[in-house]
């Protein structure tokens, strides 16, 4: 996913072909090292194409997919438990945080990171 977010990066910064070099860059902004491999995966497969096609068609493929939330309500409902009190996290809070904080999700990045991409 760091790929994809690095080339979607590039591409907003105005490249609108990014090279393997200007993926490392980005990536090596963040002090992430890049797996040539991958790299090149996402590369080759999205080389050429237009990213908002990509972007468009990618949504109407998670317009099938079901959000979830009748579920999570459902569930709540069969525990019989309710709702955690006030000031209590659920359970499964923490874990969730910790696992996401290695990740900058686009819509937080910095106007610096902004910048670097704009050079490069």
Request: aromatic share 2%; charged share 25%; proline share 6%.
């Given at each position: 996913m760091r790929y994809v977010a690095a080339y979607l990066l590039a591409v907003l910064g105005g490249n609108s072909n990014p090279s393997a070099k200007d993926i490392k860059n980005i990536l090596g902004s963040v002090g992430i090292e890049a797996d040539d491999e991958r790299l090149n995966?996402?590369?080759?497969?999205?080389?050429?194409?237009?990213?908002?096609?990509?972007?468009?068609?990618?949504?109407?493929?998670?317009?099938?997919?079901?959000?979830?939330?009748?579920?999570?309500?459902?569930?709540a409902a069969a525990g019989g438990g309710g709702a955690a009190p006030a000031?209590?996290?659920?359970?499964?809070?923490?874990?969730?945080?910790?696992?996401?904080?290695?990740?900058?999700?686009?819509?937080?990045?910095?106007?610096?990171?902004?910048?670097?991409?704009q050079d490069t």
């Open positions: 995966k996402v590369i080759s497969e999205l080389n050429g194409k237009d990213i908002n096609e990509v972007m468009n068609a990618g949504l109407s493929k998670l317009a099938s997919v079901p959000a979830g939330g009748a579920v999570a309500v459902s569930a000031g209590e996290a659920p359970a499964g809070a923490e874990k969730e945080e910790k696992a996401g904080r290695h990740c900058l999700p686009a819509p937080y990045i910095t106007a610096s990171m902004m910048e670097e991409i």
